[in-house]
């Protein structure tokens, strides 16, 4: 991920990517900074905040890069509920595809999920470039489109019928023994 994310910052001469987590030592940003090479000057990191603090921190970010193999859930789902998109690989295994789910239930699929390490640098790329209108477009609304989707809407009452009926074919199983 780091190699893709070097040459999108050599395509995006203004652009920096900024990491937050809460396990930002000494020694792991010097090994980040040091994976980043001629770019290290444009990497920014930041430690675990509340909540709140968290989600307006989304106003100073103009797109997500997902990593890879493991992609974001809960990371893609908080960007996109700021307005963020997230730039996602699909990938074959279930953990590599939550992000382009959540990227496809909201319409975004094909500015956002990637199906090769070139067209997730190319679709990064695009989007903080020659595409910040569409950029801008996504970012209007994507909150209302999440919303409106399978991701939030309906959620709850489908998982309900499903733990209703997992429970009516247990109940049944033992009724017949």
């Excluded at 770019?39 to 921190?57: A, C, Q």
């Excluded at 959620?155 to 199983?173: I, M, P």
Aim: proline letters at 2%; aromatic letters at 12%.
């Amino acid at each position: 991920a780091i190699d893709a994310w070097k040459e999108i910052l050599a395509r995006v001469p203004n652009g920096f990517i900024h990491f937050k987590s809460g396990d930002f030592s000494p020694s792991r940003r010097s090994w980040v900074a040091d994976a980043f090479g001629e770019y290290r000057n444009r990497i920014l990191f930041d430690f675990n905040t509340s909540h709140r603090e968290h989600m307006l921190w989304y106003q100073d970010v103009d797109l997500a890069l997902d990593t890879w193999p493991q992609c974001g859930g809960v990371s893609t789902l908080e960007a996109l509920d700021r307005g963020v998109v997230t730039v996602t690989w699909l990938g074959e295994r279930r953990n590599q595809r939550s992000s382009g789910s959540f990227m496809t239930l909201v319409g975004f699929a094909d500015d956002c999920v990637a199906h090769s390490r070139q067209d997730y640098i190319e679709k990064a790329v695009a989007l903080v470039t020659t595409k910040r209108d569409r950029l801008a477009e996504m970012r209007a609304c994507g909150q209302q489109r999440m919303q409106e989707s399978p991701i939030i809407k309906g959620y709850v009452g489908a998982v309900e019928n499903a733990y209703r009926s997992l429970w009516r074919e247990w109940c049944q199983k033992q009724s017949n023994e």
